[in-house]
């Protein structure tokens, strides 16, 4: 039997592209669209699958899905669909409210193609560069991301938004490009070139020890900088606030519930083949400094932060270096950490979602704009405090046991760093609750009306915030198999 | 290729690094760039003269269309169409500019990184002067205020890697270059774009005018 799921999640998304690329009926755009992550979502669940009982999916020398892969595919398919669902409404009532700035019905369409052209094709390149087997093809697929992303940012073509996107280009390129000099210097232990230019994950993982173990340390360093700036991890984090609160609400959800996992199973297959060659605590040292540092910074500027949608670019910072904090510690910390990844797309996609509710409702991204909303879009209002709740790790949500579990893991060794830990935490939940409780409570603008909210805004978040829920108590099997897998070998 | 000559070009490669650091006028520094593109041209067209690879006369021509060709021609078009004859100012006076450069040198050259440069004990002197030319370019991106002298850091900065690649036996396979130069090419068009985007709105290319997300 064939396996042809990758290749249909590939050709459906390029279908897609190309129908918004030629058709100008909006109908068919959205459509096209809403198929095509709908195709993905059932692809990536059927990989999945296959994962979990036979061991890597390879259908091609090109492709290859392992445990970690599958994960990814999979978060990345549920937000993926969630946010075109979210997308095709949400971009509906900006152009009836005229957020979107147009010059005339044909310039409207284009830029409604044009926003559904860069999502498929933003879509596509998560897919490809988490499954793709080589190391280079899969920096190729990230730097892709930027590039299909940029403009997205850039959508409101305000001044603020192309600063924002701007500094996405900027300081993602730089990023990107160390990251390809790490890339570069790992080759050096497979000589020639290998497998006819095709330098495999897996050929290199089999080189690791021929690797001098100075320069693979390097290498590594150049890796976790480079790709840890799309993960934003600080201090390369200052591009991330800025893109997340200037682009599109579904592209901010995009951002923290996809592209951050993508790029961090980028640095978890360099991991492997760095422990491999210098041992495990090299590596376990760089992400937790740098997941220290994440929660410090965010820490630090969450308490005084002033738009909501930068208040969860820098809770997305957070809880990267939670995670990497997780990897940090090994053992069982990598198990909580992978779950922690699952859990926090998944509710930081719904907040971002209702983040774009605000937006449509108030017209400003400001949280002191944003008052009584419990009373104006009661719904959504009820939906960013449940995931406030969520993401802060309150019970019985699961983040309230990953974090559990990652710092009962380094309490013995790393005492010091668990308490800190709690302490930046502690200070991240009260920030954030402050500026949650002035959002939803008190008096709101007589200017401001209560509406019947739109189903199909509330959808999108209503079902990952349960998605989380749910998983938080029962972890289907094939699920657990899969992170099992990850804990034993990452 | 005589290795005295491969120093060479990459001693006017290194050089044209500094040049852009020091250039007034932006029209300079996208000559600066051409040439420097130029020297990676050369030293491509000299791996295929040792390994008669016919993929590598390939990419050798394409990184000739894209980055001699192409991109300065962009550039020069988006100076004269906004007239941006001078460039913007850099962070730090150019003294300490070169005083910061010649730091970035002796670390290149330094023990810190042998491991690094001594990948191909015979080209250690080339690797640490592709070393310190990626440092140098690293720095333009930080230390210039201008959107196109930031664009001209990045582009020089994969000029450094991919001489760094050559001279360390690293390069990649046909289909693998082909991909990298299109997703180059990309950016390149994505950057000037934006460029001409940034003038329209800020009406300068200076990145310190932008100050909108500081509320």
């Known amino acids: 039997m064939y396996h042809l799921e990758l290749i249909l999640i590939l050709i459906s998304f390029s279908i897609a592209t190309l129908l918004c690329l030629v058709c100008k009926n909006r109908r068919i755009i959205e459509v096209s669209s809403l198929i095509a992550s709908g195709v993905a979502l059932l692809g990536s669940i059927i990989i999945s699958l296959q994962v979990a009982r036979f061991g890597a999916y390879a259908p091609f020398s090109f492709l290859s899905v392992d445990a970690l892969g599958a994960v990814v595919m999979l978060i990345i398919a549920f937000v993926g669909v969630a946010a075109t669902v979210y997308s095709v409404e949400y971009l509906r009532q900006e152009t009836a409210k005229n957020i979107i700035g147009f010059s005339g019905v044909s310039h409207l369409h284009s830029r409604v193609r044009e926003y559904f052209i860069l999502l498929n094709l933003f879509m596509m390149m ?171 910074i965010a820490a630090a500027i969450i308490f005084v932060a002033r738009n909501y949608k930068r208040l ?125 409780t002035a959002m939803i409570f008190g008096q709101s603008s007589p200017d401001i009306t209560p509406e019947k909210e739109n189903i199909w805004l509330l959808l999108p978040p209503i079902a990952l915030i349960a998605l989380a829920l749910l998983l938080s108590f029962y972890i289907p099997p094939f699920l657990y198999a899969l992170l099992g897998d990850i804990a034993v070998h990452y | 290729m005589d290795i005295l000559f491969l120093k060479f070009l990459l001693e006017i490669f290194f050089l044209t690094i500094v040049f852009l650091h020091i250039s007034k006028k932006n029209l300079d520094a996208v000559w600066a760039y051409t040439v420097q593109s130029l020297v990676i041209v050369v030293v491509l067209f000299d791996s295929f003269l040792q390994t008669h690879n016919i993929s590598l006369l390939f990419i050798t021509l394409l990184v000739l269309i894209v980055k001699v060709i192409l991109a300065p021609v962009f550039f020069a078009r988006l100076i004269r169409k906004n007239e941006l004859i001078f460039s913007v100012s850099t962070y730090l006076n150019v003294p300490i500019t070169l005083i910061v450069l010649a730091v970035f040198c002796v670390m290149a050259f330094s023990d810190i990184f042998s491991p690094l440069t001594g990948i191909i004990s015979a080209n250690q002197e080339l690797l640490s002067l592709a070393l310190s030319a990626m440092f140098l370019s690293l720095f333009l991106i930080i230390n210039r205020k201008s959107a196109l002298s930031q664009i001209v850091g990045i582009l020089s900065l994969e000029n450094s890697i991919v001489a760094f690649a050559i001279f360390a036996g690293l390069e990649q396979s046909f289909g693998l270059q082909i991909g990298i130069l299109f997703d180059i090419s990309v950016w390149l068009i994505i950057a000037t774009v934006f460029m001409s985007m940034i003038y329209a709105h800020f009406g300068s290319l200076d990145v310190t005018s932008m100050k909108k997300l500081k509320d």
């Not at chain 1, 950490?337 to 400001?366: D, P």
């Not at chain 1, 308490?419 to 502690?426: D, H, P, Q, S, T």
């Open chain 1, 126 to 296: 998560l897919f490809l560069a988490i499954t793709v087997s080589s190391p280079i093809f899969a920096w190729i697929f990230i730097e892709a991301t930027t590039l299909s992303t940029v403009f997205l940012i850039s959508f409101y073509n305000k001044p603020s938004a192309i600063e924002g996107a701007w500094k996405y280009l900027i300081i993602n390129s730089i990023g990107i490009l160390l990251a390809f000099f790490g890339t570069l210097l790992f080759f050096s232990s497979t000589g020639s070139l290998a497998n006819n230019g095709l330098i495999s994950w897996n050929l290199l993982a089999a080189n690791a020890a021929n690797i001098d173990p100075l320069i693979i340390k390097i290498a590594f360093i150049f890796i976790f900088i480079g790709y840890g700036t799309k993960v934003g991890f600080a201090p390369m984090h200052t591009w991330k606030p800025d893109a997340y609160s200037k682009a599109p609400a579904p592209i901010g959800a995009l951002f923290s519930g996809a592209l951050l996992p993508a790029a961090f199973a980028i640095i978890l297959k360099f991991k492997i083949i760095t422990d491999a060659a210098v041992g495990p605590s090299f590596s376990q040292n760089l992400f937790i400094i740098f997941g220290l540092l994440s929660i410090a």
């Open chain 1, 312 to 436: 969860l670019a820098y809770s997305s910072i957070e809880n990267a270096g939670i995670m990497a904090i997780g990897f940090g510690f090994g053992g069982l910390g990598v198990f909580a950490a992978m779950l922690h990844m699952i859990y926090h797309s998944f509710i930081k996609s719904a907040l971002f979602f209702s983040s774009g509710n605000f937006l449509l409702k108030y017209y400003s991204a400001k949280i002191a704009s944003v008052k009584g909303a419990i009373n104006v879009i009661p719904v959504t209002a009820i939906l960013f405090l449940t995931g406030f709740f969520a993401i802060t790790g309150a019970p019985p949500f699961g983040i309230f046991f990953t974090k559990i579990f990652i710092l009962s893991t380094g309490i013995k060794e790393h005492l010091f760093i668990v308490a800190a830990v709690i302490v930046l935490m502690f200070i991240v939940f009260i920030g954030f609750l402050k500026h949650a």
